[in-house]
């Protein structure tokens, strides 16, 4: 039988996010959401891909001699990607590393063996292991099967989610959990589809499933300044996340950091929304406190 293999696009060790303690975040490739604001643009696509920094680029040619599809060109540092085969000869040769891949299909052992380097920060810390992405539900065989193989040394384990899957598959991710880190984004769904590309039905509903497991049930929402930072729109996701039985709600504020990553796949940044600053996160925290649920701002 073929190993079973997933699609890893980062291992971050040492993180003091996304859970307790000390963390290592695997961030799983493949997402059915498209938020404007995402910061890791390179997690959307399932399948592995080019990364190009322009400014890394020494302008040697060894990456276009080595291209077999034309998909490089020698006049500029223009990359064509509809004519990419994936064969990253152009990463292996590149002297610079201005070339690099996001995306590499691991076995569960392969996963394994990275972050269990860490299992002493994770056992003096109270911490443990982040699934991330992405979205780990797209990957929900692989995440599972990684997730009973780390609970084997005791491991607690989290997970960030969009909830955005079918329920037979979330549930069986979900239960092998100690924290899920639940991201809902607005709670009027045609809002959400303009955000996110999808409705929101799938994501409630299966809010109220996991909140019903056991779990530490956290509900997390992006701030994004100007398209859901209004106090309605907080307030409404706070009575709902009290009314399922969430243990708190983080706000995040909306920041830039993943802007530069979508010029290196090919994209343009189109986001335009702003920070909130700390008087409107302040406020918007105690809308979230109105409805008689705990909240804080941070992850």
């Not at 039985?245 to 909306?254: D, I, M, Q, S, T």
């Not at 109105?290 to 941070?298: L, V």
Request: glycine share 10%.
């Amino acid at each position: 039988m073929k190993e079973m293999r997933g699609n890893i696009f980062n291992v971050q060790k040492y993180s003091v996010h996304d859970g307790k303690g000390i963390r290592t975040i695997v961030f799983f490739k493949g997402c059915p959401l498209r938020c404007e604001w995402c910061s890791n643009p390179e997690s959307q696509n399932i399948y592995p891909e080019i990364m190009f920094t322009d400014t890394s680029c020494c302008q040697c040619g060894s990456c276009y001699r080595v291209c077999e599809t034309g998909a490089i060109r020698t006049d500029s540092v223009k990359w064509l990607k509809n004519k990419c085969t994936l064969c990253k000869k152009c990463v292996e040769v590149c002297p610079t590393e201005a070339r690099t891949v996001a995306g590499t299909y691991m076995t569960v052992d392969e996963v394994r063996e990275q972050v269990m380097q860490d299992s002493v920060f994770y056992r003096t810390s109270g911490g443990g292991v982040t699934f991330s992405g992405g979205e780990p539900l797209m990957q929900s065989e692989f995440a599972a099967e990684l997730a009973r193989s780390l609970k084997k040394d005791y491991v607690r384990l989290a997970i960030e989610t969009t909830g955005y899957a079918p329920w037979e598959r979330a549930e069986k991710v979900f239960l092998l959990m100690d924290e899920i880190l639940y991201d809902i984004k607005h709670m009027n769904s045609e809002i959400h589809k303009q955000l996110t590309g999808v409705g929101n039905e799938i994501i409630l509903a299966n809010a109220r499933k996991a909140a019903g497991l056991g779990k530490n049930f956290i509900v997390r929402v992006p701030v994004i300044g100007g398209k859901n930072s209004d106090r309605e729109s907080i307030y409404r996701i706070g009575v709902f996340a009290e009314k399922i039985g969430a243990k708190e709600v983080h706000l995040l504020p909306y920041h830039r950091f993943g802007e530069s990553k979508y010029k290196k796949i090919g994209r343009e940044y189109t986001c335009e929304a702003y920070t909130p600053d700390d008087g409107e996160m302040q406020r918007l925290k105690a809308s979230v406190e109105e409805s008689g649920i705990q909240c804080r701002i941070g992850g």
